[in-house]
């Protein structure tokens, strides 16, 4: 971040949200890293340093931990926000729905960020729809400026109605860049004070029912707010046939297109900033005014499914707007035009394909896969979220459903082998150490408890690296690079009842193979159970940057590419018709040595 | 502070780890250094991993991010092979494209080779730079982007930086 003048300065839509909670007071800023939020935290992070403040930022362990340390803060009467990506709300959507109605004190808001494309996820979740679950009100900026904006009007709204708000920005406004003119930081100096109301913060289910009931309240009251309706920006004398609706960055690719083409008298042009809770008056209004409705939004028909009269209206429901998929200006443009009864002109295609995603060259990762691959090919391999779920590359990853899953699916899948007495298949589990600490733990115990067998192996790199290499509860240092405490992944092994622990540098190619041998036996020993590995070298994002050794491929190459399909280490290329290694790009892990079937590869002296 | 009114749509290829998000910031600095309002797209995430990234920019009077097809004044393609996946993004008749590449076509320079030459391959992506900013259609003039580049360098990559943009537009 640097500065134009004073008050404007170019921000990533995350940095610009996380200046937002920053000048606005909230003192508890919580998040677990995921993309495309992450950069939010480290954001606030750093604001906090470079201006002193007396403020809390952590990383938590995951978002439902994240969530209710935040909101805490906000039962106390003080601001505070929490931030994730939107599978993370997943993990978060108890206390979430919880919360909407206990409802809070201070000013409490919830970043969700969505990934339409999906870039970066599992799913393409609309966390607006989750927002409409809670019964919670919810923002959706269509420019890094209105993001940062909009944590303001958030913040006040919350804290106005006593109900936690959320704001939905997605990837393109997560990591967009723009020159935002901005504020000054608030420090508004709240004594936090915990007021007892058993029957709001401990509230039964008969109270409940009354604080629903508020609840309802509160949404109909924020849904007649006029300043937060969807607002006309092409205001003109004469009222066209045409309306379109549209939120998000979907709404600037739209306003950009209309400009563009000098459309903006075709159409009535509304923007909407919070797409739920919508008014059913002024939708009912809209309805009547217009014989043709388009909405436009991501990623799912939220506003959309708001509005009381479908019969004239052109979007997701009916197909108009594809239902899946990033909305980029590329697939709107046709659709508007075929709205304003336009022709859309002939549109190259864009080559599809691209080159795909693979672990770094000498990441220890892909040298614990290929020891998995060696020792037990015939194994099954749950996986787990992280830069590991690259393992698929090398066909040492068989699923990936989401955070933690891996362990609960070895323990599945050993059940359903066992039960259905087909052939039981050894099973491979691989997570790594943030994501076992995220919510592998309570697995691990839910499989030692129920007697599952299996092997897992925690990749652990000592960083959440996918993300950008946060820190974790295992390193023990905090978000604004202060000292923690570390848990003891031991300890934690012990306390599960894991019998059999051994700790394996992935480097150590033969060491590691017989490491997995041996914990096979175990799982099959009658006196045996989970036999855990770790699989411990640091990841070479913050690891020093030496070569251990010098590979290079010999004379004796015959070209067959086993080691550039299998392995798929970046730094193996082929020239002329052979393997060879782009020295400039090799960091010297010497695992590939062991890949080559006619050992060509050669560690040189 | 020069100021200079600009309206151009760029788009920056290449694959996660090559720079092309260093590269993205600066004309972004550039553009609000001359005056201009900028706003512009980011690949982070899984891509990040040595996958296709490609970064958009649009300086000027822009509400959104992305560029669409047929709309981009210029391309700067860090890796040959990904121009192919941005190409239809280049205006038809007056776009520009800026290329590394060994091999010899228009407007290609071999940025990786010259690199290597300085002992580094990770300043590619501003010899690249250096050499689009030899060019007429290329919005921004050398010594604004060496001030800019200065100003936002660390200091430890400040004089390779600044060699490698120099080099670039030495060609
Ligand atoms: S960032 Fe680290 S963990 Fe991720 S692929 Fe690279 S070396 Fe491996
Ligand atoms: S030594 Fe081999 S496996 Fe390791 S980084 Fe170099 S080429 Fe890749």
Known sequence: MTTKSTHEKILMGNEAIGLGLVENGCTVITSYPGTPASEIISSVARFKNEHDLKLHVEWSVNEKSAYEVALSNSYMGCRSAVAMKQVGLNVASDPLMSSAYTGIIGGFVLVSADDPGPHSSQTEQDSRLMAMLAKIPVFDPSSPQEAYQMVKTAVTLSEKNGIPVMIRPTTRICHARQNVKTGTIQKLKRKATFSKDPQRWAATPKYRFKLHGELNKKLAQISATKNLQPERVNKRKKAPKHCILSSGVAYSYVYDMMKDAELLDQAALYKVPMPFPLSQDFLQDLCNSYEHILVIEETYPVIEMQLPDRTNVQGKINGFIPPEGELTPDVIYPALNTFLERKTGKIPKAKPGGQRPSLCAGCPHRASYYCIKKALPKAVYPGDIGCYTLGVNLGAVDTCLCMGASINQAAGFYHSFKTSGSEAKTVVATIGDSTFIHSGITALINAKYNDARFILMILDNSTTAMTGNQPTALTGVMADGSPGNSVDLHGILKGCGMQFVKTVDPFDIEKMIATLKEAEKFTRASDGGIAVIIAKRPCLMISEKKKVYSVSVSEACTGCNYCITNFECPALITVKDRAAIDQLSCSGCGVCVHVCPIKAIEIER | ?171
Not at chain 2, 80 to 100: I, M, R, W
């Open chain 2, 1 to 171: 502070m020069t100021k200079k009114k600009i309206d151009s749509q760029i788009v920056i290829c290449g694959r996660g780890g090559q720079g092309v998000l260093f590269l993205t910031r600066l004309i972004d600095e550039v553009a609000v250094h001359q005056g201009n309002n900028v706003i512009s797209s980011e690949t982070h995430g899984m891509a990040m991993r040595g996958g296709s990234v490609a970064s958009y920019i649009r300086i000027g009077d822009y509400a959104s991010p992305l560029i669409r097809t047929g709309q981009a004044d210029i391309i700067l393609a860090l890796t040959d092979s990904e121009l192919q996946f941005n190409n239809h993004l280049l205006k038809k008749d007056t776009g520009t494209v800026f290329v590394n590449s060994p091999n010899k076509k228009n407007n290609a320079v071999n940025a990786t080779r010259i690199s290597k030459d300085l002992g580094s391959v990770v300043v590619a992506n501003l010899v690249l730079l250096g050499y689009a900013c030899k060019d007429d259609t290329f919005p921004f003039d050398f010594s604004t982007v060496k001030t800019v580049l200065k100003k936002i360098s660390p200091p430890r990559f400040l004089d390779s930086n600044i060699e490698a943009l120099t080099a670039g537009y030495q060609i």
